[in-house]
């Protein structure tokens, strides 16, 4: 009966320690499909907004180019990898419906733009957001100036008296015109008047896209012969004179696809880490798409250094183990038609 009581012990804890595996396997399994689950929608969000994307010399785009990486930060030259997006696109945008007046102005094209809310006084904090506002015909009639309520697509103008010769000079670009889509968040109330809180209140700005989504990094495949996976063009331009220096110096031809990489976390794994840790340690230590990362230019080089980091930095390997396996990282390409 000893030999029967020991064995049947011995039984129980195999079990035990069997079912408590299996359950954190499934845990981690639910996590994960959860987080895929979010990522998902982003992407495809994405892929709509890029596949119609505006694809001209004369427009402007508000992408990562030599000027941004090399100097000012994509977050407006504040401290912070996470980068920026904004151009003009044939999908849906926001109205002000209740505006009848200038509602039959619409001409089916946005100024859309996607961030990292960088508001450590947001419920949105280290979650990507969308914004999308629709654009008016460009002969609009407006009858509210200085409300900004019936901007249209912009082309690219110099200011009065300069000539269209000099991009330098050219102010109708998004960050000008559409300046949240360019400035760090809690971004300013730039599409109507100060004073008037019915225009405020009518006047979406930032959706929150997905609240898993902490770190968000991209880069280009050139449309070169010899297609090359770079952090911006910086040679075969389509266009010599428009060598990606500076924002209005963009010529979105010589880019082949977008590659969009993000790193992802569970919410039961985010209660662990507080928000200054996730300014200060998680989001830096994923390093921006530079010459300096291992295998630069080859695909996944990307993904293989922020795997290595988070196994290997001695920083983020203090934070709590759960958490950190928690973190999923994703990458697509996103092709441009030209």
């Excluded at 299996?22 to 929608?41: D, F, L, W």
């Excluded at 733009?113 to 419920?123: E, I, K, L, Q």
């Excluded at 654009?135 to 249209?152: H, I, K, M, Q, R």
Aim: aromatic share 12%; proline share 7%; net charge neutral.
């Amino acid at each position: 009966m000893l030999v029967a009581g020991v064995v049947l012990a011995l039984m129980v804890l195999f079990v035990t320690r069997l079912v408590n595996h299996a359950a954190i396997v499934v845990t981690q399994g639910n996590k994960h499909m959860e987080t895929e689950s979010h990522v998902r929608p982003l992407f495809d969000r994405l892929a709509l907004d890029i596949a119609q994307m505006v694809k001209r010399t004369d427009v402007s785009y508000y992408l990562k180019n030599q000027f941004q990486t090399a100097g000012a930060l994509m977050d407006n030259g504040n401290k912070g990898p996470n980068d920026w997006l904004a151009f003009y696109t044939g999908v849906p945008g926001y109205y002000n419906d209740n505006d009848t007046t200038i509602g039959r102005y619409n001409s089916r094209y946005s100024v859309v733009a996607y961030r990292v809310n960088t508001d450590t006084t947001s419920a949105s904090f280290a979650k990507v957001e969308r914004m999308a506002k629709g654009l008016f015909l460009n002969g609009a009639y407006s009858s509210s100036v200085g409300f900004n309520d019936v901007t249209p697509l912009m082309f690219l103008a110099p200011a009065p008296g300069q000539p269209y010769t000099n991009p330098d000079s050219y102010n109708t670009t998004i960050d000008n015109y559409w300046p949240a889509a360019t400035r760090p968040s809690p971004d300013p109330n730039y599409y109507c008047c100060d004073t008037c809180s019915v225009c405020k209140d009518s006047y979406q700005k930032y959706e929150l896209i997905d609240p898993q989504v902490f770190r968000f990094e991209y880069y280009y495949m050139t449309s070169a012969a010899t297609p090359a996976l770079v952090s911006y063009p910086t040679g075969s331009f389509k266009d010599p004179t428009l060598n990606w220096h500076d924002p209005n110096y963009i010529n979105i031809k010589d880019v082949a696809a977008i590659v969009v990489a993000v790193a992802a976390i569970d919410p039961q794994s985010r209660k662990l880490l507080t928000d200054d840790q996730m300014r200060t340690i998680l989001i830096p230590k994923l390093s921006d798409y530079t010459p300096s990362i291992l295998n630069y230019g080859k695909a996944g080089a990307l993904l293989a250094e922020w795997q290595n980091t988070l196994q290997n930095d001695a920083q983020i390997k203090a934070l709590p183990l759960p958490a950190r396996q928690g973190i999923r990282l994703y990458e697509r390409y996103f092709y441009l038609t030209q």
